[in-house]
């Protein structure tokens, strides 16, 4: 591996030199020279932060790169080689003037001991990339992205919050508890009678003034969908459980970043992690789509990363894993697992569309759509491509003849809708349009179909002929068979709006039947059985019931809480009361509604991300976890996991690595988080049950079944927060 080094001297004038150093046997500047030296990007300037490193980067023949940190300031650069003799300094030629400007290749003079001029305006880091083409060398600098940047941390507006005093609080129960009856507080293990209709209780200190009271002998209750508490991964980026699996397929890490690469998360890390998820009182795993994806990458954002399908939703072949993310064998070992800890596995369904061609894809398939002459542009296994000078990560679009009729050979006119010749064309609408751009399934079609080229040409498919089947029975057919073969337990429906919704009825039915056949035929199984359940994204949807519910949902995705109520909650629980009361009326009064409410999610923001604040995390647990109807934890959402790199495309911050390694503070707020957590896994009521406030200070409500009482009360923060 190829290094680079800096080297630094403070002096008076503050200057700072930094070396890059590239091979000569794969960049030499005099191929004849006896011991041939190495290149050397010199740099000159008071305006170097010395605090950064250079890296470098690329391993293309005739390119080498430096990043550089700089701030506000004039630059001086050169390139030049420790040895001896005017031939190795290339400085700018004896007619350049001015300062050298950005994104411009600029070309080298030999025997030139003049050094090029830039102007720093922006400070951070910079690309300083030298090229070698016939004999010409040439310099370009290009302004790093601000991939690593966080986004602005925002000030929450403030709020009136009750302050406790310190002491034990008169904490009514109103018809919950039964007078005489023994109570106990789940979060400080106290235990109290009820006396005249109340309890007096001293909120733990590190309670974040909550009172948690439940039946001293409460007797176990069986947890339901109705009361679920869902805990969505992002495979990739969760839990490297099996490095062998890292780089499959050709793909790799891009050395800068890695915005949009895959970072080795798998189905065995998911599965160390079983037990750190039932303790935080997960009911079940919603794990992003696990099924093959598009083998390249795409441009991400602006064109300033590499974007793969770690995330799943870039299908390729739904009847296979990707190898990314483990073996069947993996899959099999999940479920048992999961379900031995009373966990279930929801998989992400994705019906309406698949992943981009990338070059990768095109060469494995022999799809013959480049232009004439692009191979010769092209690296000998195309995926090794990389921008060159001038180009960025979408550049190599350009290379490909979009209008060429081998585009048959690809999904083909009779599976999807795309800007191809022969194709239908996307239309507007939710069910026509090409979503981001992605090939639309013809989801409209009912005519019968033979598997498209991209499959039936596909040697390792487990696509087979279905007589007279259409597009969707194939799609069903697909779909269903990781409930029959593995047992998995409900779907989460990606892009609901934009299929038929006929179509979803069809899927929960076969779903429902598979999911039925499975548990007869594996009566071992420690989980008792419950009905497939399907849960559906509708963008922008809130908690109310409509005409989803009449198409095979259990429940839809709640995007309003964390738009309209869910940061005021977490700031002050009391304030969350008319959520409380409007969604426990929805779904205590209708067995067949329920939605599933989030505060961070990979399509939105994170909540711990926008404010950085763990007091505020640790009421975003109360706000969250004491909801009526099923809730969704986004992975990290319970250690404060932070935003990460994402480039020119925001979302991708969102998807940062897991949190392992805690330090005291985040250790304490997830334990906060495993305490609510349980408390709510041991009591359906809570998820399903009436809804009554109690008081107003201290903060006192009530949730009860049939079966199950809790009473919960906000005394107030020790001190203003």
């Given at each position: 591996m190829l290094r680079s080094f800096i080297r630094s001297a403070l002096g008076p004038a503050a200057v700072v030199r930094a070396f890059l150093v590239c091979a000569s046997a794969l960049l030499p500047?005099?191929?004849?020279?006896?011991?041939?030296?190495?290149?050397?990007?010199?740099?000159?300037?008071?305006?170097?932060?010395v605090a950064e490193s250079t890296v470098l980067t690329g391993s293309a023949a005739d390119e080498r790169r430096?990043?550089?940190?700089?701030?506000?300031?004039?630059?001086?650069?050169?390139?030049?080689?420790?040895?001896?003799?005017?031939?190795?300094?290339?400085?700018a030629p004896p007619d350049h003037s001015g300062l050298a400007a950005f994104n411009t290749p600029h070309e080298l003079q030999a025997c030139s001991d003049r050094w090029f001029e830039t102007r720093v305006v922006l400070p951070g880091n910079y690309h300083f990339t030298l090229t070698q083409e016939r004999g010409t060398y040439r310099v370009s600098i290009v302004r790093a992205t601000t991939a690593a940047a966080a986004p602005p941390r925002r000030q929450p507006p403030p709020v009136q919050c009750p302050v406790w005093s310190g002491h034990a609080v008169a904490i009514p129960v109103g018809d919950a508890f039964a007078e005489g009856q023994w109570v106990r507080d789940f979060y400080s293990g106290q235990r109290a009678q009820v006396n005249q209709g109340q309890v007096y209780i001293t909120p733990a200190p590190e309670s974040h003034g909550l009172v948690l009271?439940?039946?001293?002998?409460?007797?176990?209750?069986?947890?339901?969908?109705?009361?679920?508490?869902?805990?969505?991964?992002?495979?990739?980026?969760?839990?490297?459980?099996?490095?062998?699996?890292?780089y499959p397929l050709g793909r790799r890490p891009d050395g800068a970043d890695e915005i949009g690469t895959f970072h080795g998360g798998d189905i065995a890390g998911v599965i160390q992690h079983l037990d750190y998820l039932q303790a935080l009182g997960v009911s079940a795993v919603w794990l992003t789509p696990l099924v093959e994806q598009v083998h390249g990458f795409v441009g991400g954002g602006t064109g300033d990363f590499p974007f793969y399908g770690y995330h799943g939703?870039?299908?390729?072949?739904?009847?296979?894993?990707?190898?990314?993310?483990?073996?069947?064998e993996d899959l099999r070992a999940l479920v048992s697992a999961a379900h031995a800890r009373g966990i279930k596995v929801i998989l992400d369904v994705v019906l309406n569309h698949v992943g981009y061609p990338t070059l990768a894809d095109l060469q494995m398939q022999g799809i013959d759509v480049l232009k004439p002459g692009a191979a010769t542009q092209l690296p000998p296994r195309w995926h090794d491509w990389t921008p060159g000078v001038g180009e960025n990560w979408h550049s190599y679009g350009e290379l490909i003849d979009w209008q060429s009729p081998q585009w048959d050979d690809w999904w083909g006119p009779e599976w999807v809708r795309a800007d191809r010749p022969g194709y239908r064309r996307p239309g507007s609408g939710d069910l026509t349009m090409n979503l981001a751009g992605l090939p639309d399934f013809l989801t409209e079609d009912t005519t019968p179909k033979r598997l498209p080229p991209q499959l039936a040409g596909k040697a390792d498919t487990g696509a087979t002929e279905l007589a007279d089947a259409t597009l969707m029975d194939y799609l069903i057919d697909w779909h269903v068979r990781w409930v029959r073969e593995f047992g998995v337990d409900g779907f989460r429906a990606d892009t609901v709006k934009h299929i038929e919704l006929e179509h979803w009825v069809a899927l929960k039915e076969a779903a429902t039947a598979a999911h039925r056949a499975w548990h007869d035929e594996n009566p071992q199984n420690p989980l008792p059985y419950e009905p497939f359940w399907m849960v559906a994204e509708v963008w922008a949807h809130g908690m109310f019931k409509d005409y989803y519910f009449d198409y095979g949902f259990d429940a839809i995705i709640n995007f309003e809480y964390q738009e309209r109520g869910g940061l005021q909650a977490a700031q002050c629980l009391p304030l969350a009361e008319p959520v409380f009361r409007a969604y426990a009326d929805a779904v205590h009064s209708d067995p067949e509604f329920n939605g599933l409410t989030y505060l961070s999610s990979h399509d939105t923001r994170l909540f711990f991300a926008q404010y950085e604040d763990f007091a505020l995390q640790k009421g975003a647990a109360a706000a969250?976890?004491?909801?009526?109807?099923?809730?969704?934890?986004?992975?990290?959402?319970?250690?404060?996991?932070?935003?990460?790199?994402?480039g020119s495309d925001f979302h991708q911050g969102t998807r940062s690595p897991m949190l392992w390694e805690l330090d005291e503070q985040r250790e304490a707020l997830l334990a906060h988080w495993q305490t609510l957590g349980q408390f709510r896994a041991r009591h359906p009521a809570i998820g399903g049950g009436a809804h009554q406030k109690l008081s107003e200070q201290p903060y006192v409500f009530s949730r009860q079944t049939d079966t199950d009482a809790v009473v919960v009360a906000f005394v107030g923060y020790p001190q203003a927060q």
């Open positions: 500047l005099n191929v004849g020279a006896q011991n041939n030296p190495q290149p050397i990007l010199q740099l000159s300037s008071d305006a170097m932060d430096a990043t550089v940190a700089l701030t506000r300031g004039t630059v001086r650069w050169r390139v030049s080689a420790e040895s001896a003799g005017c031939e190795r300094d290339f400085g009271l439940e039946a001293a002998r409460a007797p176990a209750q069986t947890n339901t969908w109705e009361n679920a508490t869902v805990y969505m991964i992002m495979t990739d980026r969760f839990s490297n459980g099996d490095p062998s699996n890292d939703y870039w299908a390729l072949d739904f009847t296979r894993l990707d190898p990314n993310f483990g073996t069947e969250l976890l004491l909801l009526p109807g099923a809730v969704q934890i986004y992975y990290g959402d319970e250690v404060g996991r932070p935003h990460g790199a994402f």
